[in-house]
């Protein structure tokens, strides 16, 4: 386990109510018993290139066109 994550974990704990403590702590016990999902990376290495590359110039393009854009009327 990442150190530094834990320390900054137990510093905000220290300043939480015991009431709050608890629901981390109950958060903390539900996430620790779900299976991990997804597939590892190493079974879809064999899909690396399968894309050809014009298509994912185009697929770059339309990202950066349309993606990088904020509606701040949205909401």
Known sequence: MDTPILDKLIEQL????QDLQWRV???ARAIADTP???VPGQQLLR???????DDVK????????DCEQ???NEW
């Open 70 to 72: 904020v509606d701040l």
């Open 25 to 27: 702590l109950e958060f």
């Open 36 to 38: 991990i999902q997804g």
């Open 58 to 65: 185009l697929m770059r393009q339309a990202i950066e066109q």
């Open 47 to 53: 899909f690396a290139g399968s894309i050809p590359p």
């Open 14 to 17: 220290k300043v939480m109510p």
